[in-house]
């Protein structure tokens, strides 16, 4: 039987290395950003494995914990962003600074810039930066969520995962036609305009889309009602369109952690993901879309402000902060200490 080209694509990744060298590299940035803070600023940046602000995801504008860049002199905030780019694909990195940029197309338009301020972004550090028995750091602020948990040399949970963009597309001043999130809509429009096409009507489950992402803010990612067309039901074409959406998610970061997360993917069956609509299907109409396999689920919703304001998130169902491999990591660890 003729292998399927998106299965093909998925089989060429490498097998998973001993270590993963996007790991290493948080690392030795995280060390060096803790170095180049003051006492006081390390107080505020630096939390216990197990403070409940690893947890608190938030991707609303608030108070947030964490030292922020704007307490930050120029070499420390260097020092922050190399720890983000050890995390981040060029790709999810230009991402990342267009929607820091965003804020200041917000305070232009509503006249609030102490409200809307791209220093307001905060880096924490969980742990000790290398605890081969888990350690973490996020960076977070508007429309811009990255959490990661580590455990040992080689995994890693890089979720939850949002991005959001407001305006989605720019539309007037300095920045005008800037659309953060473009691959975000258009790939999730083409796969979706393949689907119509070849009458696959069950891929939109509601003519209306809901006003927010499903899971919102909250810290504990459920599987959703499955909706939408089936891969398995779909042609080697669609499948193909369905693979570069999720990649598009996975590939925020860089290729090491985009393939370990890809492979994670494919072990749990890439048949029985499934890609639902709801919402509008023309130009300037509000939509909202989800992929969601056994292992994972994508949610993207473009409802707000005219339809003009997309949150994008990326959860893992069992991984989020790390739940899965630090409870593999612990299970490990008794077994070799004869524990029961």
């Known amino acids: 039987m003729k292998t399927p080209i998106f299965?093909?694509?998925?089989?060429?990744?490498?097998?998973?290395?001993?270590?993963?060298?996007?790991?290493?590299a948080m690392q030795v940035a995280a060390?060096?950003?803790?170095?180049?803070?003051?006492?006081?600023?390390?107080?505020?940046?630096?939390?216990?494995f197990a403070a409940d602000a690893r947890e608190n995801f938030r991707f609303t504008p608030q108070v947030r914990s964490g030292?922020?860049?704007?307490?930050?002199?120029?070499?420390?905030?260097?020092?922050?962003?190399?720890?983000?780019?050890?995390?981040?694909?060029?790709?999810?990195?230009?991402?990342?600074?267009?929607?820091?940029?965003?804020?200041?197309?917000l305070a232009d338009i509503e006249k609030n810039p102490e409200f809307r301020d791209s220093g307001k972004y905060y880096i924490s550090l969980f742990g000790t930066p290398g605890d081969a028995t888990g350690w973490g750091w996020k960076f977070e602020g508007h429309h811009l969520s990255l959490n990661y948990t580590i455990v040992g040399n080689n995994q890693i949970s890089v979720t939850p995962?949002?991005?959001?963009?407001?305006?989605?597309?720019v539309r007037d001043g300095p920045r005008q036609g800037l659309r953060v999130l473009k691959a975000e809509d258009e790939l999730a429009h083409a796969l979706l305009g393949a689907l119509l096409e070849a009458g696959r009507k069950d891929v939109i489950f509601s003519d209306k889309a809901p006003a927010e992402i499903l899971t919102a803010e909250n810290r504990q990612a459920t599987a959703l009602a499955p909706v939408g067309s089936l891969a398995s039901d779909m042609t080697d074409a669609q499948r193909k369109a369905?693979?570069?959406l999720i990649s598009e998610y996975t590939g925020r970061h860089r290729q090491d952690l985009a393939d370990a997360d890809m492979r994670k993917i494919q072990a749990a069956g890439l048949d029985?993901?499934?890609?639902?609509?709801?919402?509008?299907?023309?130009?300037?109409?509000?939509?909202?879309?989800?992929?969601?396999?056994?292992?994972?689920?994508?949610?993207?919703a473009n409802t707000q402000n005219d339809a003009n304001h997309i949150h994008a998130t990326w959860r893992d169902s069992a991984d989020d902060f790390g739940h899965d491999i630090l409870a593999e990591h612990y299970h490990q660890h008794a077994k070799d200490h004869g524990d029961h």
């Open 31 to 48: 060390k060096e950003f803790v170095t180049a803070l003051d006492a006081a600023q390390r107080d505020k940046a630096q939390f216990a």
């Open 67 to 105: 030292l922020p860049l704007k307490e930050m002199n120029p070499d420390q905030r260097a020092a922050a962003m190399k720890l983000v780019d050890a995390a981040l694909s060029d790709k999810g990195h230009l991402k990342a600074a267009q929607i820091m940029t965003l804020e200041g197309v």
């Open 272 to 300: 029985k993901i499934r890609f639902g609509w709801a919402g509008g299907t023309h130009p300037g109409e509000a939509w909202y879309y989800r992929v969601q396999g056994p292992t994972f689920l994508l949610e993207a």
């Open 161 to 169: 995962s949002f991005f959001g963009a407001n305006p989605a597309t």
């Open 7 to 24: 299965l093909t694509l998925l089989f060429a990744l490498p097998l998973a290395a001993q270590e993963l060298p996007s790991i290493a």
């Open 242 to 244: 369905l693979l570069e």
